[in-house]
């Protein structure tokens, strides 16, 4: 049977626990990314401080918070398919940056047309070990996990953590994560009880780093069921970018995935990797996505998507985000109308220590078979996240958050 690189649900009764501290970030920014054209928020742009390891990534609604042990002069902005912007600060001056992203129009000439997807994928993959690290990495990470009954939030888990990844010459046998921080903000309604777990949520930077755990998703037995295809280049971080588009087939005994596969142009790395579950096949996307559930619970699966993002130093490439959102509907017994259910899970590179690091001894790792809601902590104090980088809550996460504490 292969082994899913993909995160499952596990439906349950909540429960809860906790830990940690580290040093203050003085130097704090906020604000919000919109694109030039339609002035809409743009979510999911990767926000950093030149010069420094520091980063996160914009919510929903465009917003960013970042922060900093240093005098931010200058703010980095880079999202698929827009111009990178590089925006000097002036810290102090104002409390709330607004700034505009345009899009990022790949002409033909820029573009180098290449003809066969499959031969393209194979460089790429062969490339890996000089496009990505040498020697192992030590990180600090913010994750995310939210549940939403129809459209309330009714469970939200938090941590900050390190993660520890051996060198892209190995496997992830050795890579772990330790959560240093968490907590749990959760809906006391009796009817909410049910809830949804994310299986192994805050290990998805290794997990989920499909390359260099994808053996299984670029084997040749498994692209056989795929369709490949090239997609329109776009620009990534001012970088020109092959897109392949691999199309699920017929003639599989599991769920396949829809994907879209971002590879540089020049270095032929990974920078962006898509995925949508086929979910035609109800039994089959079913398996997937779920572990275990109560007896008597009637599920049906709506989505399962997954986007991984890869940040360029202008030497190597490294995981930097991490997304993945499920869709469902469930029930108990005959009711005539299904609850639809969204969980969304989410986890951003912060920052990177420098030199050598120590490995995540296997006695202190989150392992795979927890979840974050078995360890977070009920916990409501406005400066929990005080002294370390996080994804801003949205507008509606904060009402949330404020309607759960009452």
Known sequence: MKKNILLYLILLLLCPFAFGQTDSLNYVLRGVVY???????????????????????????????????????????????????????????????????????????????????????????????????????????????????????????????????TSYNQGIGRDRVLVEKSRLLASPKVSDTLSV????????????????????????????????????????????????????????????????????????????????????????????????????????????SLVINYSYDGRISRISHVRAVFRFTCDWGKKLFRTPFTAVSEMVVTNRYEGAVTPIERTEAFKRTETLLDLAKFYFDPDFWKDYNIIEPTTSLEHAIDRIKK
């Open 197 to 304: 777990k994310v299986l192994g949520g805050p290990t998805q930077a290794t997990e989920l780093d499909l390359v260099k755990n994808g053996s299984f998703f670029f084997s040749q037995d498994n692209l056989e069921l795929y369709t490949l295809r090239m997609g329109q280049a776009v620009m990534i971080n001012d970088r020109p970018q092959y897109v392949i588009q691999m199309v699920p087939g017929g003639g599989s005994e599991y769920a396949l995935r829809f994907t879209a596969l971002y590879i540089d142009m020049e270095t032929l790395a990974f920078t962006r990797i898509e995925q949508l579950l086929d979910v035609s096949d109800v039994t089959k996307a079913t398996n997937e996505m779920l572990v275990r559930k109560p007896f008597g619970l009637r599920f049906r699966p709506r989505e399962m």
């Open 35 to 165: 694109e030039a054209e339609t002035g809409k928020p743009l979510p999911g742009v990767n926000v950093s401080l030149p010069g420094s390891h520091f980063a996160t990534v914009t919510n929903e609604d465009g917003g960013f918070i970042i922060k900093s042990d240093f005098l931010p002069s200058a703010l980095t902005l880079i999202h698929v398919g827009y111009k990178t912007v590089n925006r000097p600060i002036v810290y102090g001056q104002t409390d709330y940056l607004e700034i505009l992203m345009s899009k990022d129009a790949l002409s033909l000439r820029e573009a180098v047309l290449f003809g066969d997807p499959l031969t393209l994928l194979y460089r790429a993959l062969e490339k890996i070990p000089v496009n990505y690290s040498s020697v192992p990495e030590r990180f600090q990470c913010f994750y995310r996990e939210t549940v939403q009954k129809r459209q309330r939030f009714i469970a939200i888990s938090e941590a900050v953590m390190d993660m520890y990844k």
